[in-house]
């Protein structure tokens, strides 16, 4: 089955400043892929997803994720953060036919002034 | 109201009670999720529901019984818990047949404490 990993937990950065989160998945078949960011106190919202195509992909608030199949990879970045950006961004991985999306354990974005 | 509701949005329950967790989407979908979203760890898939039917069910204890009477209405009835069960149990739905590629629109989540 499919997996993913976001290699950091916490990611503090100033406002203004570039971020990169970090996400690879394992899988043994052709995957899709989202970003799905979590606001305090609500439930996700989908910031950006690949199915096919082109590898870069632009989505909501200025963030955009590049697809690298061979270091099985799919980073987050934006280059100029808000304080509004401050949330939990979770990574997720789903194979064609299956119900199961699978999700990483998230990571803690804070944007600092 | 728009988008897809959870109700309660915070439940305290004792072992031995018998309480249940409410999602209604208001977005024409017709497929529903529930979502167990504890400290630290991952979303775990609990059940999927299209058109009605149940489709998945995650190797979820019996303690926690779906119901989904209409394809707008989605339950998580909860009996005898644990208080390793205390997590945010998020809904969600989409539309189309479940497969890989949709689309989730979660609710704001039920925050459970199993005392």
């Known amino acids: 089955a499919q997996s993913v990993t976001q290699l950091d937990s916490q990611v503090p950065v100033f406002e203004e400043a570039p971020v990169e989160l970090r996400c690879n998945y394992s899988?043994?078949?052709?995957?899709?892929l989202f970003w799905y960011v979590q606001y305090p106190n609500q439930g996700l919202q989908l910031l950006l997803k690949?199915?096919?195509?082109?590898?870069l992909v632009k989505g909501i608030n200025g963030f955009e994720a590049e697809f690298n199949k061979s270091q099985t990879s799919f980073h987050l970045r934006k280059p100029s953060v808000h304080i509004s950006d401050t949330a939990e961004y979770f990574c997720?991985?789903?194979?064609?036919?299956?119900?199961?999306?699978?999700f990483g354990a998230g990571t803690r974005l804070t944007v600092k002034p | 109201e728009t988008g897809v509701t959870q109700t309660p949005r915070h439940l305290v329950m004792g072992m031995t009670n018998k309480k249940s967790l409410k999602c209604e989407q208001h977005?024409?979908?017709?497929?529903m999720y529930w979502y167990k979203q504890s400290a630290k760890k991952p979303l775990e898939l609990m059940f999927v529901?299209?058109?009605?039917?149940?489709?998945e069910n995650n190797s979820v204890p019996s303690r926690f019984s779906p119901e989904c009477p209409n394809s707008s209405h989605l339950f998580l009835h909860l009996h005898t818990l644990q208080p390793e069960d205390s997590a945010l149990y998020l809904c969600?739905?989409?539309?189309?047949?479940?497969?890989?590629?949709?689309?989730?629109?979660f609710g704001a989540g039920s925050r459970l404490t199993v005392l």
């Open positions: 969600a739905s989409s539309q189309g047949v479940p497969s890989g590629a949709n689309v989730l629109t």
């Open positions: 899988s043994s078949v052709s995957v899709y």
């Open positions: 690949y199915l096919s195509g082109s590898t």
């Open positions: 997720a991985v789903s194979e064609p036919r299956n119900n199961d999306m699978r």
């Open positions: 977005l024409g979908h017709n497929a």
């Open positions: 529901y299209s058109l009605e039917e149940r489709v």
